[in-house]
């Protein structure tokens, strides 16, 4: 069988086989856009997802025994096949979770890059050799030489808003260092990310080294994540299921990217233009849908006037529509989301907010808005609105704005725009995030830099080396000579 079952119904991979559930049972999938199916999948039980699992497991070792060049030569037509799929998947993306087509295909092929510049970094793992007499008592004779071994089978899970980079950035790794894969992706998504990998099935996947378990959350979820079998989690989303998914999977290791609130702090002698102009992408892009976004400007008193009539302008230039109008502010992911974010304006106008640019309210449709003297009492001040608003604290002087940052739940990114770099690094010394970009937006790329949050925004480090490190762990061969 194929990937594909109809125009809407597809399989998804188990042991290389496209199947469908043994119940027949499905979930649908729903365009932001028009709220019509783009697609089925299929619904599995616990116990298809137990054996899903225990395959990945069988055969780990195989795969772990195979050179590293082959592994990486997998990654190599793995990414060619993904190139060749560019228009289809691109495709899939803009009708499964409301991205523009261009911004859809954009990320099929930075994918491709990434997964290029894995397959290269993979090879370049390294263990080390340690002399016992560095330490008091302990003779020259004994000697430790540390390996980096897999840790087994890695569960990754992928979100929505990147189905197909936020997948293959935890499944390229985990492959090139030997670790089998499940793969759970979003339901919204989930399509583009079996198409994903049905380039990786064109390049040559041996059974079993990747299984996809798609369904619903609340029937294997869980089971998936507490699975004996399963070694390492690695995981994209929200806080709340991050943090769930770390209470649950007890005793491996589990890297978790989630939410942000992430700041810009304008100060006076920031170039307001190029400030706009980053605050503007950086807040609004995917209608804010990234967990990197801009999510609140913190700006000096003296240049707050200045700055809010430049991105007012800006944003009063963006189309809102429909992704298939290829519109700058598309529809959010679902009406649950965009009802929290209309909660977020509603609670910051009673409170007294200054309404500088109001967006239209159509559904899941929302246009920017912008919200100037934000107060600390305001809701939008401190919650992730994962959404088209944009929230504007005047503060006093720097001290102010790390003083709000640190008070934050949160701990992604921050931005700082200023000319002075001394002053920008005393000001990132002082913030309690994992990134601080400095006259730019708050962003992941590119994806070979180290990438993590702290606080409520998640555990360990990602990002292509360091999410390669994530998938290793220490073997200590102790030579007693
Ligand atoms: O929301 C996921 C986060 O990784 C966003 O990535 O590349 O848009 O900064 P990026």
């Known amino acids: 069988m194929a990937l594909r079952q109809d125009d809407k119904k597809f399989h998804t991979l188990l042991d290389n086989k496209w199947v469908g559930s043994k119940s027949g049972e499905t979930v649908k999938i729903y365009s932001p856009d028009n709220q019509e199916v783009t697609g089925e999948i299929p619904a599995l039980s616990q116990a298809e ?103 087994g089978v890695v569960l990754a899970i992928a979100p929505f808003n990147y189905p197909v980079n936020l997948a293959a950035s935890k499944i390229a790794p985990a ?105 503007v992408s950086g807040a609004l892009s995917y209608s804010g849908q990234r967990c990197t976004a801009i999510k609140r400007v913190m700006v000096v008193n003296e ?71 934000v107060t600390e009492d305001m809701e939008v001040a401190w919650e992730e609105q994962f959404g088209p608003v944009l929230p504007f604290i005047r503060i006093s002087n720097e001290l102010e704005a790390i003083d709000l940052e640190r008070r934050n739940a949160y701990g992604l990114q921050a931005s700082i725009f200023t000319k002075n770099l001394e002053n920008a690094f005393t000001i990132a010394d002082k913030l309690n995030v994992g990134t601080v970009q400095v006259n730019g937006k708050t962003s992941r790329g590119p994806d070979h830099f180290p990438f993590l949050g702290v606080k409520n925004s998640g555990q360990g480090v990602q990002g292509i080396g360091r999410s390669i490190d994530s998938m290793l762990r220490d073997k200590v061969l102790v030579l007693n000579l």
């Open 49 to 151: 997802v137990d054996a899903a699992v225990a395959k990945t497991a069988d055969v780990q070792p195989n795969w772990e025994a195979l050179d590293g060049t082959e592994r990486s030569e997998l990654l190599h037509r793995w990414a060619q096949e993904l190139e060749k799929m560019t228009d289809e998947i691109g495709d899939m993306i803009h009708k499964e979770v409301g991205k523009t087509l261009s911004a859809a295909k954009s990320e099929v092929k930075r994918t491709a890059q990434l997964i290029r510049h894995t397959a290269e970094e993979g090879l370049r793992t390294h263990g080390s050799f340690i002399q016992g007499d560095a330490f008091p008592g302990a003779s020259k004779s004994t000697k430790a030489m540390v390996q980096k071994v897999p840790h």
């Open 303 to 373: 240049v707050a006037d200045e700055l809010v009539a430049k991105v007012k302008e800006r944003v009063a230039a963006l189309k809102v529509g429909p992704s298939s109008d290829d519109a700058d502010i598309t529809p959010m992911i679902d009406q649950k989301s965009a009802d929290f974010v209309v909660s977020l304006i509603d609670d910051a106008k009673q409170k007294g907010a200054t309404v500088v640019h109001e967006g239209i309210q159509d559904q899941n449709l929302l246009g920017p808005t912008l919200l100037d003297n």
């Open 175 to 279: 492959l090139i260092t030997g670790n089998t894969v499940v793969f759970k992706p979003a339901t919204q998504g989930a399509v583009s990310g079996l198409l994903m990998v049905e380039a990786l099935v064109k390049a040559g996947l041996p059974e079993g080294v990747l299984n996809v378990v798609t369904g619903r959350g609340s029937v294997i979820g869980d089971f998936v994540v507490t699975h004996p079998k399963i070694d390492m989690i690695t995981f994209t989303g929200g806080t709340a299921t991050g943090q769930h998914i770390a209470k649950k999977a007890s005793m491996i290791p589990v890297v978790l990217e989630l939410g942000g609130k992430d700041p810009a702090i304008v100060l006076q002698d920031a170039d307001l233009d190029k400030a706009a102009k980053e605050i």
